[in-house]
């Protein structure tokens, strides 16, 4: 089993739909959980971060974190073409791996105009 | 967060040789971090580059193969040592951030080796 595992994609809504992005992990005792986007040809970039159960919002972003369960996951809301990139979900148990983190492989979205 | 600069943006080598990659920081920073994203993969982290001491390198990963250097809290290097095909990838460096335990990413550097 993978450490952290992500829908495998791609992933294709219409533009003004949401996106749903699902992450879970293996190792119960991870605390803090990311997610970067990441476009074609750049660099991953933090959209966002969870520490404690439920919701977190951030603009049309959405971070839900069910801890026993292990998953996590983003919504998009009124999801735009701009928001075409592949999603990378980041875990991270700080006792164990200090500030390492372990990284899923990766959900693609495509939102079409 | 940190404005994070890598040198060089991108080069093409020759199997063999060795290319030494360069990571600045804009502000003084705990931890560095260097990963490797293969094409059409996700992030594999080589190492934490640690400030005065030898870098702590992930399972797969040698010091022979793949030095770091942390002179300072704001500079580090990665040398991709005797390359080969194999080694093409897409090489970034990562921050903590003052929020605990994010990181940022450098602009990365793109490896092709031939």
């Known amino acids: 089993q993978k450490e952290v595992e992500q829908n495998s994609g791609p992933l294709s809504v219409p533009e003004g739909a949401i996106a749903s992005l699902n992450c879970t992990y293996s190792d119960r005792g991870s605390q803090s959980f990311f997610w970067y986007r990441q476009y074609s040809g750049k660099s991953p970039e933090l959209i966002m971060f969870i520490y404690s159960n439920g919701d977190k919002e951030d603009g049309r972003f959405t971070a839900q974190l069910n801890k026993a369960s292990q998953y996590v996951s983003l919504l998009i809301r009124d999801s735009q073409p701009s928001d075409s990139a592949t999603y990378l979900c980041a875990v991270n148990n700080a006792e164990t791996s200090g500030s390492r983190l372990t990284f899923g492989e990766g959900t693609q979205l495509t939102v079409n105009p | ?114």
């Open chain 2, 1 to 114: 967060s940190a404005v994070i600069s890598q040198k060089p943006s991108r080069d093409i080598c020759q199997r063999g040789t060795s290319l030494t990659i360069q990571c600045q920081v804009d502000s003084q920073v705990t931890m560095m971090f260097w990963y490797r994203q293969q094409p059409g993969q996700s992030l594999t982290l080589i190492a934490t580059a640690n400030q005065g001491s030898e870098a702590t390198y992930e399972s797969g990963f040698v010091i022979d193969k793949f030095p770091i250097s942390r002179p300072n809290l704001t500079f580090s290097t990665l040398t991709v040592s005797n390359m080969s095909p194999e080694d093409s990838s897409i090489y970034l460096c990562s921050v903590v951030g003052h929020t605990k335990e994010t990181q940022y990413f450098g602009p990365g550097t793109r490896l092709l080796v031939l």
